[in-house]
C-alpha cells in the first residue's frame, strides 16, 4: 500500500477538522504513520525540556479489551487499530533524567557547563518548593496533555482519527498495565479511522468569554 508521508490537511483544517470519534472502522494505521505521529507528540515543548510524557501504544485485541474493561466500557477502545495509554512519569524530574537531558543538549551542541551545573541545581530546588503546581500529578498532567495535543492535530493532518478519555479507574488500568506507583495516567487516545455514529460540533465559547484582558474577569477586545 502506498503512503502519502505528507501531512495532507493543512495545520488550521486540522484543527477545525478534529472531532472526538465516537466509533472507529477495523483499518489499520500505516505504521510509518503511527511512528510519525508518535515523533512529533515528542517535539511538544516542556519545563527545563524534561519530557516527562510516556506512551504505552496498545494494538493487541486482547489488550484493547483488557483495556476497555477499565475504561466504562467505552467501544472505542475496542474499535480502533490502536490505543495509548498516555502517562506522565514523576521521576523525569529526579537526576537520572535531567542528566539525560543534558546530554541531550550535549549531542545537539547547545549544552554549556555552567548551563548543565544550573540544571543539576536549580531543577531539583524547583521541584523542591513547586510554586507552580501542587502536586505531581498535575505537573505530569500539565506536559503529557500537551503531546497528546499535539498528537490529535498531527494525527488530524494525515487524516487519522483520535478520541481522547477521562472515562477509565486508574487504578485498575495501573494495575492490568505493570504501570509504577510514580507514574500518572493523564488520559487514553484511540486513533483510527472514524466511522458513523460521527460526532458533531458542540460549540466553543467565545474569545471574549475566555479570555481577559490584564487580569482575571476583565474583558477582553481584540484591539481593532
Ligand atoms: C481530557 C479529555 C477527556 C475526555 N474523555 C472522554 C471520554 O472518556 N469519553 C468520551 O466519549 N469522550 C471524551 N472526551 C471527548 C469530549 O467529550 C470532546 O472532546 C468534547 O465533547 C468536544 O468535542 P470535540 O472534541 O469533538 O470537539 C474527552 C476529551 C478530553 C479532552
Known amino acids: 500500500m502506498f503512503v502519502e508521508m505528507h501531512p495532507y490537511i493543512g495545520l488550521i483544517e486540522a484543527i477545525k477538522q478534529r472531532r472526538a470519534a465516537r466509533a472507529f472502522k477495523s483499518d489499520r494505521i500505516p505504521e510509518v504513520i503511527l511512528q510519525e505521529i508518535l515523533e512529533l507528540a515528542a517535539q511538544a515543548p516542556s519545563g527545563f525540556n524534561l519530557q516527562p510524557w510516556r506512551f504505552i501504544v496498545v494494538k493487541s485485541q486482547q489488550n484493547k479489551e483488557k483495556l476497555q474493561a477499565c475504561a466504562f466500557n467505552q467501544r ?21 533524567n535531567i542528566t539525560s537531558v543534558i546530554h541531550l543538549g550535549d549531542d545537539q551542541g547547545i549544552m554549556t557547563p555552567s548551563y548543565a551545573s544550573y540544571m543539576r541545581s536549580s531543577i531539583p530546588e524547583f521541584f523542591r518548593n513547586h510554586p507552580s503546581f501542587d502536586t505531581m500529578e498535575a505537573w505530569t498532567n500539565r506536559h503529557t496533555m500537551l503531546a497528546v495535543a499535539y498528537m490529535m492535530i498531527v494525527a488530524k493532518s494525515f487524516g487519522v482519527d483520535s478520541s481522547p478519555m477521562e472515562g477509565f479507574v486508574s487504578t485498575q488500568v495501573k494495575q492490568a498495565f505493570q504501570i509504577p506507583d510514580e ?5 487514553l487516545l484511540a486513533l483510527g479511522y ?13 474569545t471574549n468569554q475566555v479570555c481577559f484582558s490584564e487580569t482575571y474577569g476583565e474583558p477582553f477586545e481584540v484591539d481593532g
Open 194 to 206: 472514524a466511522t458513523e455514529p460521527f460526532k458533531s460540533y458542540g460549540g466553543r465559547f467565545s
Open 76 to 96: 472505542q477502545i475496542s474499535e480502533a487499530p490502536v490505543v495509548l495509554i498516555c502517562c506522565g512519569d514523576r521521576r523525569a524530574a529526579e537526576m537520572a
Open 183 to 187: 507514574v500518572d495516567i493523564c488520559c
